[in-house]
């Protein structure tokens, strides 16, 4: 039989505490206050491990990683999906996975001011409704190297490419597009 520790390991570690008063003496009377006292409200840090699977998406999030940029189709009409779809809204049926080009055009964007905790250090940012060759939805992504101050209806229309983060970090910001020099 293994023997248990009689004594808890502590670390220096502490918590922070607000509103913590407790009587110097115990009676009745303080004894009655406990039952009165305010909720103690401690501040922690809190993490934990989440496993996350992409499930149908995960050839989606491997061609980025690869630098490749992958929509799905549906098998009976066609239908061409730039933001990949496991089942197709018009068949129903399960869609094929194929390539998107490197290369659409900015069919709509928004000049972000504000963003979640992430892009918010990069406010403002343009975020760009891409049209592929080939596909008939629209991919949203981020839009790099135009003044966010310049944005105007002179971007409709642009041509645009994909690049890549060289380092994946198997999210849909691993692909971004920039404006193709002409």
């Not at 003044?147 to 380092?167: C, E, Q, T």
Request: with cysteine; hydrophobic share 35%.
């Amino acid at each position: 039989m293994s023997k248990q520790p009689t004594k808890r390991e502590e670390t220096l570690g502490g918590t922070i505490v607000h509103g913590l008063p407790f009587p110097s003496e115990l009676t009745p009377e303080s004894l009655e206050w406990l039952r009165k006292m305010q909720p103690i409200r401690i501040e922690q840090d809190y993490s934990i491990t989440y496993l996350h699977s992409y499930g149908q998406d995960s050839p989606f999030f491997a061609g980025l990683t690869n630098k490749v940029l992958l929509g799905t189709q549906e098998a009976t009409t066609g239908y061409t999906y730039a933001t990949p779809r496991g089942h197709g809204m018009y068949d129903g049926e399960e869609t094929r996975w194929v390539p998107l080009p490197h290369e659409g055009k900015v069919h709509a964007f928004t000049v972000c001011y504000f963003g979640s905790e992430e892009f918010l250090p990069e406010t403002p940012f343009v975020l760009a409704l891409i049209e592929f060759e080939g596909a008939d939805t629209l991919f949203l992504t981020r839009l790099l190297g135009l003044d966010p101050d310049d944005a105007g209806l002179h971007w409709i229309g642009m041509k645009v490419k994909a690049r890549f983060l060289r380092n994946a970090k198997l999210k849909p910001t691993d692909v971004y597009f920039v404006p193709i020099e002409t």
